[in-house]
């Protein structure tokens, strides 16, 4: 078991790791949150890119450290792109994260989430609404640890506070703002920075929970400077971007 003061220092070498590597994160995402989520990765240091054209994917992918595959725009063209990138992925052998947005609407969709996870995803970053429509069953007790460990990845359920287990291990993260449910895109953003961190840190436990820790920190930070989300959405990106050790410490609360 990590204590919390072990878990900010790691989060804080993550991140001091994104900022000195510049990690190329491929995003497979949303339209809706494409820009804010390319904002938040530059923020943390890392290098997006957000190609979908079957034309040239592979090589984005090829050249790239880690990748991002959202499921909030569920087209024709955005499927096609998920299968030719996760191709090169199992080539490459690189992280890649599943963000299964809105399962719990579509079945169709859920179905396609079904497969993806079938492909083995390093983590997989939902909300509690999402969990049984791709795994079964309810996310309550110990039941995001038995389907990680059933399925060899990291299961990283977020929400008022965020359970991250592969398992064998469990952390709850209570950092974050009720600011940050209002503004679009920001949990897409953080399943990317889960690929940022995962491009530089080869314990997926920890580098998803630095990467959720950094979040969010950072959230807090920006929320004690303004009261509505308006500024609030450019402000975490500034308290991204100047996140360090002492604040990390000053903030983390892990369980």
């Known amino acids: 078991m990590h204590a919390p003061a072990e878990l900010a220092d790691i989060a804080a070498d993550v991140l001091a790791r994104i900022r000195d590597r510049s990690p190329r994160v491929h995003c497979i995402t ?29 090589s984005f992918v090829a050249g790239a450290d880690a990748l991002l595959v ?28 599943l963000d299964p947005v809105f399962i719990e609407r579509s ?20 909300n509690a609404t999402e969990f049984g429509p791709l795994f079964g069953g309810d996310p ?11 399925c060899g990845t990291v299961v990283a359920l977020t929400g008022d506070s965020d359970i991250v287990t592969d ?27 889960v690929g940022a961190a995962l491009a530089v840190e080869t314990d997926a436990w920890l580098a998803t ?23 609030f959405a450019s402000w975490i990106l500034d308290a991204l971007h100047s996140l360090d050790r002492a604040t990390l410490r000053a903030h983390i609360k892990v369980s």
């Not at 494409?34 to 592979?58: D, F, R, W």
């Not at 079904?114 to 390093?122: D, M, N």
């Open 70 to 97: 959202n499921l909030g725009t569920f087209d024709e063209e955005r499927r096609r792109a998920v299968t030719i990138a996760l191709d090169a992925v199992a080539t490459a052998r690189m992280p890649w994260v």
């Open 30 to 58: 949303n339209t809706v949150a494409q820009n804010y989520t390319a904002n938040m990765l530059l923020a943390a240091g890392a290098v997006p890119s957000m190609t979908i054209s079957p034309e040239e994917i592979v």
């Open 167 to 193: 398992g064998a291990q469990r952390a709850v993260i209570a950092n974050g703002d009720p600011l940050m449910a209002l503004v679009t895109g920001m949990g897409c953003a953080g399943s990317a920075l």
């Open 140 to 150: 309550a007790d110990e039941a995001a640890a038995r389907v990680a460990e059933a």
């Open 209 to 231: 929970n630095a990467a959720l820790i950094v979040l969010g920190v950072a959230g807090e930070v920006a929320a004690a400077a303004t009261h509505g989300p308006g500024r």
């Open 107 to 126: 079945p169709g969709r859920a179905a396609f989430a079904r497969e993806l996870l079938a492909r083995g995803p390093t983590a997989v970053r939902l």
